[in-house]
Every structure is written in structure tokens, then in C-alpha cells.
């Protein structure tokens, strides 16, 4: 394997993000949290809301500065990156967010959307771009008359389906998705964790999965990390963690698994 190969999408050492406000004490959202994600494969951090997985998302999506610690894409420190680096960095790393809705703008359709992402980023020559969004719309297995539809006018599943879409786009190494799913119904769940495992596999993408859920981690994650108010208590093989549970936190988690599991199973 070539040290190209060797070297992961994205490396945290020692990671710390603090929130500071004026006459109040610093709150470390994160503590002090390593891990790294290669190309091809997929992580889980699991944790309640509030144990500073969403703030670990925004320091490397580069929201929210850290407070110590370094991130590395692709083995290079983005601090140091120079503004055409610190670009290609954003449009390499996207992000799904939980409220799919509210992700797109409501007065764009689905063409619209997508064309403005292409367009915008150069990704392709302008005359492509109506084969490609045709692509991008098949690829997440969205009927062609929604590419004339508003987010209004659609459910929240093929809303996230055209917020991967908008992702696939930009043609991302890395895709980070926080609690994707936790607003959609349990069978819709199940389609779009199915579409995500299979997405990541195809395109031999890095992929970091955000939930609160240890069940929606099983069946998409080939790796997991337990999060516990802003520390890693818990990480290795997703089989491995799930199955010997050593962090009593981690145990509890596992006692609260929803019936995901069925679902996962009925829509493969």
C-alpha cells in the first residue's frame, strides 16, 4: 500500500473546543479527543445530546475554532492552509444535516439546487450539467419529477436524499453526517442509512456518522467511538464495541436501542 493510501482522510490529535462568554466560565465541549477516518471507511460517535459530537463536527467542518489540538486532512494541519487550499478543503469535506428541510433553500427546486452547486463550483462543463444533475438524482434514487419540486412540496426522506445529492456534487472525500435521520420516520431510517452504506461504499468515501443512536451506527459503521461529555470512553470495531460493551455508559446507550434493527433488515 502506497503512503498516499496509508495516510487517512481526516486525523484529530488531541482536539479540544471550548465555548467562552463574558463573565462566565469556560465550557469544554470537547476534551482533548483523537481518532482518524481513512478512505473507504465509516465511523460512528455515538453519545447523548450535549456530549459535544456536534461541536466536534463544527471544528472540523472549521465553524468553530478549537481551543487546542490539530486536524489534519489528508496528513496536512488545516490551520495552515491558504485560502485556495482552505476552499477545495470545504468543498471536499460536506456535511448532512438533520434538518434536511430546513438545509435547502425553499424557494429552489431540485434542479435548481443542484445546477447552482455545479455551476457555482465548476464541477463540470456547463453543457454537462443536465446529464449530471439527472445522475446525481438517480444515484439517490429519487424519481425525475422531483427535480421540479420544492422542498415544501416533498417528504423529509427525499429531502435528504437531495441533500446527499447536493453533496455528491461537489464530489467529496469525506462526508460527515450529524443525526441525519433522527427526524424522519423509522422506515424512511432505514432507506436512508441503506443509501448512505451503499453511497460510501461505492465511492470509496470517508464517512463519520453522528447519532444518538447505537443501532443506526450497527448497520452503516465499521468503526465506533462512545462520547461522553466531550471525551472519547469507548471506541474500536463497531461488532466489537456492540457485542462487549466494556464503559458502563456505553452499556446504557445499548439498552435504549430503538426497533431500528428490523427495518434496516426489511429495506436492504
Not at 468503526?223 to 470495531?237: K, S
Amino acid at each position: 500500500m502506497s503512503e498516499k493510501r496509508k495516510t487517512p482522510v481526516l486525523e484529530l490529535r488531541n482536539l479540544s473546543v471550548v465555548y467562552k462568554s463574558r463573565g462566565q466560565s469556560p465550557v469544554w465541549a470537547v476534551k482533548n479527543v483523537s481518532l482518524c477516518v481513512r478512505r473507504g471507511k465509516s465511523l460512528g460517535i455515538v453519545g447523548e445530546s450535549g456530549c459535544g459530537k456536534t461541536s466536534l463536527a463544527r471544528a472540523v467542518m472549521g465553524i468553530q475554532p478549537p481551543q487546542n489540538g490539530a486536524i489534519l486532512f489528508k496528513g496536512e494541519d488545516i490551520s495552515r492552509f491558504t485560502p485556495e487550499e482552505q476552499t477545495r478543503y470545504r468543498r471536499k469535506t460536506q456535511m448532512i444535516f438533520q434538518d434536511a428541510v430546513g438545509s435547502l433553500n425553499p424557494r429552489m427546486t431540485t434542479r435548481q439546487t443542484l445546477t447552482e452547486v455545479l455551476a457555482v463550483h465548476k464541477i463540470c462543463e456547463r453543457t454537462e450539467i443536465s446529464r449530471r444533475v439527472s445522475e446525481l438524482i438517480d444515484r439517490v434514487a429519487l424519481p425525475e419529477k422531483l427535480l421540479d419540486a420544492y422542498p415544501r412540496e416533498m417528504s423529509g426522506g427525499q429531502c435528504q436524499r437531495v441533500s446527499i445529492a447536493r453533496c455528491l456534487a461537489l464530489q467529496p472525500e469525506l462526508i460527515i453526517a450529524d443525526e441525519p435521520v433522527s427526524a424522519l420516520d423509522v422506515s424512511v431510517q432505514a432507506r436512508i442509512l441503506n443509501l448512505l452504506r451503499e453511497l460510501q461504499q461505492d465511492l470509496n468515501l470517508a464517512l463519520i456518522l453522528i447519532s444518538h443512536d447505537l443501532a443506526v451506527v450497527r448497520h452503516v459503521c465499521d468503526d465506533v467511538t462512545v462520547m461522553l461529555q466531550g471525551e472519547f470512553v469507548e471506541n474500536g470495531r463497531t461488532t466489537e464495541v456492540l457485542e462487549n460493551p466494556l464503559h458502563d455508559y456505553t452499556r446504557e446507550l445499548l439498552s435504549a436501542v430503538p426497533d431500528v434493527r428490523r427495518a434496516l433488515n426489511e429495506h436492504k
